[in-house]
């Protein structure tokens, strides 16, 4: 059975940073693009950053120069460093692991950055 565990989510203050963690059991992590994704309330998920299995990475706007997302394949974990954090990151934060014939999704990580 794969399962994706993300921790590493919390309170933080504007301006303040937090790396997240996603790991991978149950499967060949090395095989899949992996991604993190968000969903604040009332909002559609929306995808935050993305590194392939080549490590090529992804960014969506917003979070360019802030946020940098990594893997450590003989960990089977995928990270993701948030700097710089504004009150518009705060959401649940979600690791997807992708593949031509799978898709998997962790529990989530709560996000809140607020003074």
């Known amino acids: 059975q794969v399962q994706l565990v993300e921790s590493g989510g919390g309170l933080v203050q504007p301006g303040g940073s937090l790396r997240l963690s996603c790991t991978l059991s149950?499967?060949?992590?090395?095989?899949?693009?992996m991604g993190w994704y968000r969903q604040a309330p009332g909002k559609q998920r929306e995808l935050v950053a993305q590194?392939?299995?080549?490590?090529?990475?992804s960014y969506r706007d917003s979070v360019k120069g802030r946020f940098t997302i990594s893997r450590d394949n003989t960990k089977n974990t995928v990270y993701l460093q948030m700097n710089s954090l504004e009150p518009e990151d705060t959401a649940v934060y979600y690791c997807?692991?992708?593949?031509?014939?799978?898709?998997?999704w962790g529990q989530g990580t709560q996000v809140t950055v607020s003074s």
């Open positions: 997807r692991a992708w593949s031509p014939n799978r898709v998997y």
């Open positions: 149950g499967s060949i992590f090395s095989i899949y693009t």
């Open positions: 590194i392939t299995t080549g490590a090529t990475t």
